[in-house]
């Protein structure tokens, strides 16, 4: 069964700095989709980045991009010139290319959360 | 594009009691979750519709909780009797297919708090 580690439990950034967010993940198969999900305080999720991982260039999102390491199944988000707003609960998920009778769900990491200090 | 709607937002009840919550998702979306979230913790999913079958119900604990979609639209879930582990958040989205890189949209939550 596929798992995903975010072995980070709180980060802090200076507000304006960079901050890297690690997620790693244990699978066998060789398709599938990694995405980073952030969650404010009292605030709805929403997706910040996704990569597919047959490719091989990194995504990125305005400030948000990705280190996608396919062979370390290694995923971090770097966020780049941190505001305010960026504070919130950061999950990293999975999911496989392959479902079974539609099934095709989310493996979420535990979360990172992040602050920005002004 | 209205984004997905759940109530209530927050419930407060005793254990034992019954408590139900509703979720409207983003129109001509097929997939629809429910997700428990305790305080600290990633999303776990409880089940999963397509339209209005179910796909995935294999973390329900299905002796005190049941969920439905009627006309693959709106969806309830309740929980009966309650326990004090089940307070959490709730939460509910939806995606187009659920497949592939397609994105889970995300409705606001329900606190619950089980007393």
């Known amino acids: 069964a596929q798992t995903v580690t975010q072995s980070q439990p709180e980060m802090s950034v200076q507000e304006a700095e960079t901050v890297t967010l690690s997620c790693t993940y244990d699978t066998s198969e060789s398709d599938y989709y990694l995405f980073w999900y952030k969650q404010p305080p009292s605030r709805q999720m929403i997706l910040v980045i996704r990569q597919e991982a047959y490719k091989q260039q990194n995504a990125t999102e305005n400030r948000f991009s990705v280190n996608f390491q396919k062979a370390a199944k290694s995923f971090s988000l770097k966020i780049s010139d941190s505001q305010l707003g960026d504070a919130a609960m950061y999950f990293c998920a999975y999911r496989s290319a392959r479902g079974m009778d539609s099934n095709y769900q989310l493996i979420w990491g535990a979360g990172t959360k992040l602050i920005i200090k002004p | 594009e209205a984004g997905v709607a759940q109530s209530p937002r927050y419930k407060i009840i005793e254990k034992r009691q019954s408590v139900a919550f509703w979720c409207n998702p983003i129109s001509g979306h097929a997939t629809l979750y429910w997700y428990q979230q305790i305080l600290g913790q990633g999303p776990k999913l409880l089940i999963q519709?397509?339209?209005?079958?179910?796909v995935d119900d294999s973390q329900l604990p299905k002796d005190r909780f049941s969920a439905e979609r009627l006309k693959g639209v709106d969806s309830t879930l309740k929980i009966q009797p309650a326990k004090l582990e089940d307070s959490a958040v709730y939460l509910c989205?939806?995606?187009?297919w659920g497949g592939g890189p397609d994105e889970q949209f995300f409705g606001p939550g329900t606190r619950l708090t089980v007393l």
């Open positions: 989205a939806s995606s187009w």
């Open positions: 519709f397509q339209n209005n079958g179910v």
